[in-house]
């Protein structure tokens, strides 16, 4: 399962070892609904690697402006802090693992 991302923990999410794989989305978005059970798939597939975490828009707004995300869904791809990879817009699973794949290097 995903890691819901909160106000209060997103600065230990974007601070831990591990590569994130950062989901902003919203309730009210209809790709977000095809993107987040991939997201959840891939959050087991990988455990241990890398961390998948779900921010909604609307309530992380801060975190979605820092990310400066204007579109959703918006999956960030982190390692050591900074962004390396980008997807907006709703994607096939493979297209994720692929991601995941370069960002584990």
Do not use: H, Y
């Amino acid at each position: 399962m995903s890691v819901i991302v909160t106000p209060e923990n997103a600065q230990s999410l974007l601070e831990q070892d591990l590569p994130l794989v950062l989901d902003f989305s919203a309730t009210w978005c209809g790709p977000c609904r095809k993107v987040s059970p991939i997201m959840d798939e891939l959050a087991e597939e990988f455990a241990g690697r890398v961390v998948v975490a779900k921010a909604d828009v609307d309530e992380c707004e801060d975190l979605a402006i820092d990310f400066k995300v204007r579109n959703v869904p918006t999956i960030l791809f982190i390692k050591d802090g900074k962004v390396v990879d980008k997807q907006t817009g709703a994607a096939s699973k493979n297209v994720f693992v692929e991601k995941i794949n370069a960002l584990l290097g």
